[in-house]
């Protein structure tokens, strides 16, 4: 019989129980009890056969995490739930090109953004996008990893393979649940359309030579209804995806708690980095979200994304401590008391000047608690649309080309355990 942990033999001294009672044959009796217990023998100094310690299980998932949205952060929280630390490939900008289409980030802005959510462990650069065999023992020998993790939306290769057939094929595969409502392909969709409803005013920022070339574009797909369906969410928000995305803990009485609000639409880089900035002038990040309604107000329009997905988004970075969810545009005297917030910050690089001409921190200005951070990145929710706007052609075709197998998805859906 193996050692057993002291711990379980508390019955014996919350009983009354003492060792000196038990003189030698109490000790052949403890023994049999006990199981040869290293916890008593410790005692009498007898050689302690210490347990060793359980190896952690090590879980692979890998993406293109292009536009990374919530949808991404679920998969990689369920993920990280079936195993004790979660290695994430991120596929390489030619892999992308080669099964999907062009990407619209980066692969460095895509491995700040994965890197920043609060369930990854490690990251592992250019990862192919095929699981082959070859790559496989490379993540089971080198990386050493135990199961590797899709979900349950095909992932199928150009000539209609499985990219994952050779992990399921060796028992090392394990499928989560695809979270409802949201993908890369759907978010290109509704930057699209809502390039549709508003081209002429999106197309001033651009130069002469592009605007004229999307203006045509734009007019021969206002004659195909099929291209420009509307992108309205299909997000269903509920108290349960909350609670799992959330740390489930507030700052201590002590606490220098530090405030940033913002849309964080089309959650990219520069929110990152920002909000890592942020952080490191306190003990706890409170952040706001602004609600769609505000951001029109304010902005002139409305986000891509509606409040609740981008609560989610902000809520998955690994930096946030808590959030405020339709937090208000202007920064008061109670909200700062309520949150006990000692610093309210914000960046250098905004998406734009407000319409109403509103300064939202002149509360905070007349208490000496705002600061002004640098911004790290440049990156803004229009630059990244613009990226989508600018390859208009290319990200249509991708779109129809993954539209067909997410609407092929839909229709076969059935209710996946988990999650």
């Not at 509360?363 to 929710?381: A, F, L, W």
């Amino acid at each position: 019989m193996g050692p057993i942990e002291f711990e379980t033999n508390n019955w014996m001294w919350n009983s009354g129980f003492s060792p000196q009672l038990f003189g030698i044959g109490g000790i052949i009796i403890t023994t049999a009890i006990l199981g040869l217990s290293t916890g008593y023998f410790s005692a009498i100094g007898a050689p302690i056969k210490r347990r060793n310690k359980k190896r952690s299980i090590r879980v692979y998932m890998d993406g293109c995490f292009d536009l990374m949205h919530y949808g991404h952060a679920n998969a990689l929280r369920q993920a990280k739930s079936l195993g004790d630390e979660l290695i994430v490939g991120v596929v390489s900008d030619e892999q992308i090109v080669a099964n999907k289409g062009p990407p619209v980030l980066s692969m460095e802005e895509r491995l700040i953004l994965v890197k920043g959510l609060k369930w990854v462990d490690e990251v592992i650069p250019d990862a192919p996008y095929e699981i082959t065999e070859e790559f496989m023992n490379k993540l089971f020998n080198k990386y050493n990893i135990d199961y590797i993790i899709h979900g349950d939306d095909p992932c199928l290769l150009p000539d209609g393979t499985d990219a994952y057939a050779s992990a399921k094929k060796v028992g090392r595969y394990k499928q989560i649940k695809r979270t409802e409502g949201v993908s890369s392909t759907d978010i290109v969709g509704r930057i699209l359309s809502t390039l549709r409803q508003r081209n002429d005013d999106i197309l001033t920022n651009y130069d002469h030579n592009n605007s004229l070339n999307q203006e045509k574009s734009l007019s021969e797909e206002k004659n195909n209804s099929d291209s420009f369906k509307t992108h309205l969410s299909h997000f269903l928000p509920t108290s349960r995806r909350i609670m799992q995305f959330s740390n489930a803990k507030g700052p201590s009485p002590n606490s220098r708690v530090v405030y940033i609000d913002g849309a964080f639409d089309l959650f990219h880089a520069g929110h990152v980095e920002i909000l890592r900035s942020a952080r490191e002038l306190g003990d706890f990040l409170l952040v706001g979200v602004h609600d769609d309604q505000v951001l029109s107000e304010q902005r002139g329009k409305y986000p891509i994304l509606n409040l609740h997905e981008r609560s989610l988004s902000v809520l998955a970075c690994r930096y946030v401590d808590e959030i405020i969810i339709g937090a208000p545009w202007q920064v008061s005297k109670d909200m700062i008391a309520t949150f006990n917030i000692s610093l309210v910050v914000h960046g250098t690089v905004s998406e734009s000047s407000s319409t109403l001409e509103i300064d939202p921190y002149i509360v905070p200005k007349s208490m000496g608690i705002v600061q002004t951070i640098e911004s790290p990145r440049n990156t803004t929710t229009l630059s990244v649309a613009t990226r989508i706007i600018n390859n208009f052609d290319a990200y249509k075709k991708r779109n129809l080309k993954k539209k067909a197998s997410e609407d092929r998805y839909y229709s076969e859906k059935t209710f996946v355990v988990g999650d």
